[in-house]
Nanobody
Framework: QVQLQESGPGLVKPSQTLSLTCTVS??????????WGWIRQTPGKGLEWMGA???????YYSPSLKSRTSISRDTSKNQFTLQLNSVTPEDTGVYYC?????????????WGQGTQVTVSS
């Protein structure tokens, strides 16, 4: 059973970069056909898929967030990371790392517990 755990700062100042890491246990992020993503829940937009990275390192982003989002991975640590640039208070919410096997990038079956991020000065 794959387990995911988010980590990162709970408070970020406006205009700064939010960086979150997801540590994976019980499975490898390079396992064929698995996709590793980020979903957030904000008061303004509800649940929102942000992007994903594949088992081979290919990345996929939500069109609405693509200009501000970057997802990368560290295979030696079995982790993947979300960076969201130029944050505003509207980016405040709970951020989840998720995973599933195969496309499409929807209906993710495994979720981390989520981490609260607040954007405030």
């Amino acid at each position: 059973q794959v387990q995911l755990q988010e980590s990162g700062p709970g408070l970020v100042k406006p205009s700064q970069t939010l960086s979150l890491t997801c540590t994976v246990s019980g499975g490898s992020i390079t396992t064929n056909f698995y996709y590793w993503g980020w979903i957030r829940q904000t008061p303004g937009k509800g649940l929102e898929w942000m992007g994903a990275i594949s088992y081979s390192g290919s990345t996929y982003y939500s069109p609405s967030l693509k200009s501000r989002t970057s997802i990368s991975r560290d295979t030696s640590k079995n982790q993947f990371t979300l960076q969201l640039n130029s944050v505003t208070p509207e980016d405040t919410g709970v951020y989840y790392c998720v995973t599933k096997r195969g496309l499409p990038l929807a209906d993710f079956g495994s979720w981390g517990q989520g981490t609260q991020v607040t954007v405030s000065s």
